[in-house]
């Protein structure tokens, strides 16, 4: 499993942080950027860069967005097909987006949770599967209906 990484300025240092906790957890890790701080750089490109990669790697891979409200990192993720890109602020949130919607990018808000929860936040998304259940992949097919 690689997970793919990207952060605009807001999210560049929780980024940072996040990035060496993986490291240090034996996770193949892709920094998308941003690689510098830049106090004027924007969120799409990033969002673009972890969403394409998703889906040209393979089944398991992740990715990880992080900007100031996790609102803009999440739209434009979700505006690629097949990227499931879901906004946490808790671990039952990211429990409920990998194990119900089989999200495959998490999105954390920099400005609303510690670091201590952004990390266990990543930790339970990345330990958590999808339950398979019925009713859950009932409503993936229909988004893929729907949407493409």
Same mark, same amino acid.
């Given at each position: 499993?690689?997970?793919?990484?990207? &952060? #605009?300025?807001?999210?560049?240092? +929780?980024?940072?942080?996040?990035?060496?906790?993986?490291?240090?957890?034996?996770?193949? @890790?892709?920094?998308?950027?941003?690689?510098? +701080?830049? !106090? =004027?750089? *924007?969120?799409?490109?990033? &969002?673009?860069?972890?969403?394409?990669?998703?889906?040209?790697?393979? #089944? =398991?891979?992740? /990715?990880?967005?992080?900007?100031?409200?996790?609102? /803009?990192?999440?739209?434009? !993720?979700?505006? @690629?097909?097949? @990227?499931?890109? &879901?906004?946490?602020?808790?671990?039952?949130? &990211?429990?409920?987006?990998?194990?119900? =919607?089989?999200?495959? @990018?998490?999105?954390?808000?920099?400005?609303?949770?510690?670091?201590?929860?952004?990390?266990?936040? +990543?930790?339970?998304?990345?330990?958590?599967?999808?339950?398979? =259940?019925?009713?859950?992949?009932?409503?993936? *097919?229909?988004?893929?209906? +729907?949407? /493409?």
């Amino acid at each position: 499993m690689t997970i793919y990484l990207g &952060a #605009d300025h807001a999210g560049f240092r +929780l980024k940072t942080m996040l990035s060496e906790h993986l490291v240090h957890q034996g996770h193949n @890790v892709l920094d998308c950027g941003a690689q510098n +701080l830049d !106090a =004027d750089d *924007d969120y799409p490109r990033f &969002a673009y860069a972890v969403a394409s990669r998703i889906l040209g790697g393979e #089944d =398991d891979d992740l /990715g990880l967005l992080i900007c100031g409200s996790g609102q /803009g990192m999440s739209m434009a !993720a979700n505006r @690629v097909n097949g @990227v499931r890109a &879901a906004l946490a602020w808790s671990e039952e949130t &990211a429990t409920s987006a990998r194990a119900d =919607d089989n999200a495959n @990018v998490l999105v954390l808000p920099s400005r609303f949770i510690s670091d201590e929860d952004a990390v266990s936040i +990543l930790d339970t998304f990345i330990e958590t599967h999808f339950k398979s =259940d019925p009713k859950y992949q009932r409503r993936l *097919d229909e988004l893929e209906q +729907l949407y /493409g």
